[in-house]
C-alpha cells in the first residue's frame, strides 16, 4: 500500500513512517506541508494521504481539494489527524471527503491498524455507490415481521384486559406510530395505510379509555390486514427502488450533485489574463492583484487567450478602449452558445461609468461582471470571488431526534447524500446534549416518543436563549390541527408528513438551514466585513482558550489597528475608509487557515485567533499580513492612497485566561502604535 504522510511536525512524520514501516508497509513517504504534498501526490498518486488538519501555509483542508481538483489524484482516500475538535473543523475534514478523521495524540502502534480498517470501511462504502439504501433497506424488510408480530402480542394483551391499560395502549399506539410513518418509505404502502388506520382507532379509543365492540372488531380487520401486508414489495408488483424513485430519488440527486458541485474554498487563486490598451496601467493592476494572490498576466490580443487553455480556470479582464466585438469574445470562449472555455474562463469588463454602449457590448457578449474604471485591485478581487468563490459556507448542519432508528438512519443518509452534516439521536432524552454538541441550525424532531414527546423536547430546548434561532421541524403523522398548534406553540417552525418524500424533506430542511444560517449570521457577522463581531470574537477566544487548556496546544491572539483611519474617513470620506476596512477583512479570510477566526473588534480594530500556533509563527505571519496590507493602492475621487496596520500580539498558555491574553495582546498593540506604526509586537509575558 502506497501511503503518503503529511505533516509539519518532523518528530509526528518519523513516527508514522516507523509504525506503517513495523506493520509491513514499505512504500511509505512523508511531506513537510502541503504544497510539497501536491507535488509528491501528481507525480505518485498514494492509496491513502494521511495529513495534519493545521499545516503551516497550505492546510490540509485547502491540500485535499487541490488535489481533488486533478484527475489523477481526485480518488485519493484522505484520512485526517487533528488535536481540533471544533466541529467547523469537523465538517470542513468531512467536506472534504475524508474516510477516517483521527484525533491526536494517538498511539503509534495502532495507527496502521486504524488506516486499515478505514480504508475497508471506505471500498464497502464505494461498492455499495450505486444503491446506499440497499442495507438499510434490507434491515427494515427484515426486522418487519418482527415488528408487525409485536403488535398483535400488544393488541391481544389490551384486547383481553378486564381493564384499560395505559402502559399496554401507549406502547401499542407508539409501535404502530412507528410503522404508519415508516413503511411506504421503504416500499411498504399497505403497511403505512393500515397502521395509520388503525393508529386513529387507538386515538379514538384512548379519549375514552376503553374499547367498544366496533372499535374492536376494526381493530381487528385491521391489524389483520397490516400483517398480510408485509409481503416484499416486488411480489405485490411495486418495487422498493421504484417507490424511493417516484417518492423524489432524482431530486436528491440534482440537490446531491448541485451540493457537490457548489464551489468550495480552493488553494490558489485563478489568475487574471489582461486585456489593456493602457499597457502601464495594466502592469500597474497586475502588481497590485498579486497581494491578493491573484497571479496576473497581459495578453496581446483575444486570440493569445487560446494560448492560456492549458490553465484549469482563469478570469478574462477586458478593457473597453481594447479592440473587441462581442462576438469575438463569444467565439474565443467556445461559440455562440457558449461552450467548455466559458466556464473556466469568465469575463469582466472595465469601462466608464455611464456609457450605455458598452455596457450593452459587455451584456452581449456574456460577460460575469462590468466594473467602473479606473480600476482599483480590491474591486476586481471582490468581482472574482463572486464568478470563482473562495470562502464558501460549511455544510448545513442537522440533527435528528427519532425513536425509530431505522428511519432516522434513513433520514441521515439522505440529508448526507444532499452534502449537509447530520447528527442522529433515538432517545429523546439525549437531545438536549446532541444540540449542545452539533449546534444544528436545523432539527428533525419526531412528535410521537416514548418518555417524552417531541412537543416536550421543544419546549425544553427553547428554554435556552442560545438556540432561539435554531429551526424545529416535526416528523409526524398527526394531522389534526390541534396537535399542530400545540406544536407551533412550543417554538416548532414547520411540519413534514410521514412517510415523508426525500425530495421534499432535502429542500425544506435545506431552506429552513440556509434561513437559520442567515439569522445567526446577521446576529454574529459584522455587515460591512463579513467577518465575526465583538461578542463573537471574544466567545471564540474563550472558548479556543479551554480548548487549548483541556488538550495542551498553544494559541496566539492578535489584536490589529488600521493606522491613522480617522485622516483616511477625514480626506477621502467614508466610504473610502468602508473600503480599507472591507480590503483588510479580506486579505485576513484570504490568508489565514480554516482553523483561525478573525473578526472586527470594533471601529477599525480587528482580533484574529490562531489555534495551535506558538507566538512567534503567529508574529510572523501578521508581519507578513501587514507588509502585504501597506502595499496595497486604495482610490477614492481620483486620488490614491496607501494605508498600513500595527498589530500587538500574545499567547496562551503564557497568558492562561481570555481575559489577561486579550489585555496583553491590546498592552503589546499600544506598544506598537507608540512606537511609530505600521509594526508588529509581541507580549513579553
Known amino acids: 500500500m502506497r501511503i503518503l504522510c503529511v505533516d509539519d511536525d518532523p518528530s509526528m512524520r518519523a513516527v508514522l513512517c516507523l509504525a506503517f514501516e513495523r506493520a509491513g508497509d514499505d512504500q511509505v513517504r512523508a511531506c513537510a506541508s502541503g504544497e510539497e504534498a501536491l507535488i509528491e501526490a501528481r507525480r505518485s498518486p498514494p492509496d491513502v494521504l494521511l495529513i495534519d488538519f493545521s499545516l503551516g501555509g497550505m492546510d490540509g483542508v485547502s491540500t485535499v481539494r487541490a488535489l481533488r481538483e486533478s484527475p489523477e ?24 471527503g475524508a474516510v477516517d478523521i483521527i484525533a491526536k495524540p494517538f498511539q503509534p502502534g495502532a495507527i496502521a491498524g486504524r488506516v486499515k480498517r478505514a480504508l475497508e470501511s471506505a471500498g464497502c462504502a464505494s461498492r455499495e455507490a450505486e444503491d446506499p439504501l440497499a442495507g438499510l433497506r434490507r434491515k427494515y424488510a427484515a ?103 417516484l ?40 502588481d497590485q492583484l498579486e497581494h491578493f494572490g491573484h497571479g496576473a498576466m497581459i495578453v496581446p490580443s483575444l486570440e493569445h487567450v487560446r494560448e492560456h487553455a492549458g490553465i484549469e480556470r482563469a478570469v478574462l479582464l477586458v478593457d473597453h478602449a481594447f479592440p473587441w466585438q462581442p462576438a469575438d469574445v463569444r467565439r474565443v470562449l467556445g461559440g455562440e452558445n457558449g461552450g467548455p472555455d466559458a466556464d473556466r474562463y469568465p469575463v469582466l469588463f472595465a469601462g466608464p461609468a455611464d456609457d450605455f454602449a458598452v455596457r450593452l457590448a459587455a451584456a452581449r457578449s456574456g460577460s460575469a461582471a462590468y466594473l467602473t474604471k479606473p480600476l482599483n485591485a480590491h474591486a476586481v478581487a471582490e468581482a472574482i470571488d463572486v464568478v470563482f468563490p473562495q470562502f464558501s459556507p460549511s455544510p448545513y448542519r442537522v440533527l435528528i431526534v427519532d425513536d425509530d432508528e431505522a428511519l432516522a438512519a434513513f433520514h441521515t443518509r439522505l440529508l448526507t447524500q444532499a452534502g449537509m452534516s447530520v447528527s442522529a439521536v433515538v432517545d429523546p432524552a439525549r437531545a438536549l446534549d446532541a444540540v449542545a454538541e452539533a449546534a444544528p441550525e436545523v432539527i428533525l424532531l419526531d412528535l410521537v416518543m416514548p418518555g417524552c414527546d417531541g412537543l416536550e423536547v421543544a ?72 467577518l465575526l463581531k465583538h461578542t463573537a470574537i471574544k466567545e471564540h477566544l474563550a472558548a479556543e482558550v479551554s480548548r487549548g487548556r483541556r488538550d495542551g496546544a498553544p494559541l496566539s491572539y492578535a489584536l490589529i489597528d488600521v493606522d491613522h483611519f480617522k485622516s ?30 478573525a473578526g472586527r473588534y470594533g471601529g477599525e480594530e480587528f482580533a484574529v485567533i490562531l489555534p495551535g500556533t506558538p507566538l512567534q509563527a503567529a ?58 506604526r505600521n509594526r508588529v509586537e509581541i507580549d513579553g509575558g
Open 73 to 96: 489524484t481526485a480518488r485519493v482516500n484522505v484520512i485526517f489527524l487533528t488535536a481540533n475538535r471544533d466541529r467547523f473543523a469537523v465538517d470542513a475534514m468531512r467536506a472534504a
Open 143 to 245: 426486522a418487519l415481521p418482527g415488528r408487525i408480530a409485536l403488535v398483535s402480542r400488544l393488541w391481544r394483551t389490551a384486547r383481553n384486559a378486564a381493564a384499560w391499560d395505559d402502559a399496554v395502549v401507549d406502547e401499542l399506539t407508539r409501535e404502530v406510530h412507528r410503522l404508519s410513518g415508516s413503511g411506504a418509505t421503504w416500499g411498504f404502502p399497505d403497511v403505512t395505510a393500515h397502521a395509520q388506520h388503525a393508529e386513529r382507532l387507538l386515538g379514538s379509543a384512548a379519549r375514552s379509555r376503553a374499547f367498544s365492540d366496533a372499535e374492536r372488531r376494526a381493530l381487528d380487520e385491521r391489524l389483520a390486514l397490516l400483517a398480510a401486508a408485509q409481503a416484499a414489495p416486488r411480489e405485490r408488483g411495486v418495487s422498493v427502488e421504484s417507490k424511493l424513485t
Open 247 to 286: 417518492a423524489g430519488g432524482a431530486d436528491i440527486e440534482r440537490e446531491s450533485a448541485a451540493r457537490r458541485e457548489a464551489p468550495h474554498p480552493t488553494h490558489g487563486a485563478p489568475p487574471v489574463l489582461l486585456l489593456a490598451a493602457d499597457a502601464e496601467g495594466a502592469r500597474s493592476l497586475a
Open 459 to 530: 419546549a425544553v430546548i427553547r428554554q435556552h436563549a442560545a438556540y432561539i434561532g435554531t429551526s424545529i421541524v416535526f416528523l409526524t403523522t398527526e394531522s389534526a390541527a390541534e396537535t399542530r398548534l400545540a406544536a407551533l406553540r412550543e417554538g416548532g417552525d414547520d411540519f413534514i408528513t410521514k412517510p415523508v418524500d426525500p425530495s421534499a424533506l432535502v429542500s425544506m430542511v435545506a431552506s429552513r438551514a440556509k434561513r437559520a444560517r442567515s439569522l445567526q449570521d446577521s446576529v454574529s457577522r459584522d455587515g460591512l466585513t463579513g
Open 568 to 597: 483616511v474617513n477625514d480626506r477621502f470620506g467614508h466610504p473610502a475608509g468602508d473600503r480599507v476596512l472591507r480590503c483588510l477583512a479580506r486579505l485576513l479570510r484570504q490568508r489565514l487557515r480554516a482553523t483561525d477566526v
Open 619 to 676: 508574529a510572523d505571519l501578521i508581519d507578513a499580513l501587514r507588509d502585504r496590507f501597506s502595499r496595497l493602492a486604495h482610490r477614492a475621487d481620483g486620488a490614491e492612497f496607501q494605508t498600513t496596520f500595527s498589530a500587538g500580539l500574545a499567547s496562551f498558555p503564557v497568558r492562561n485566561d481570555a481575559e489577561t491574553l486579550n489585555a496583553a495582546a491590546d498592552a503589546s498593540l499600544y506598544r506598537a502604535k507608540r512606537g511609530g
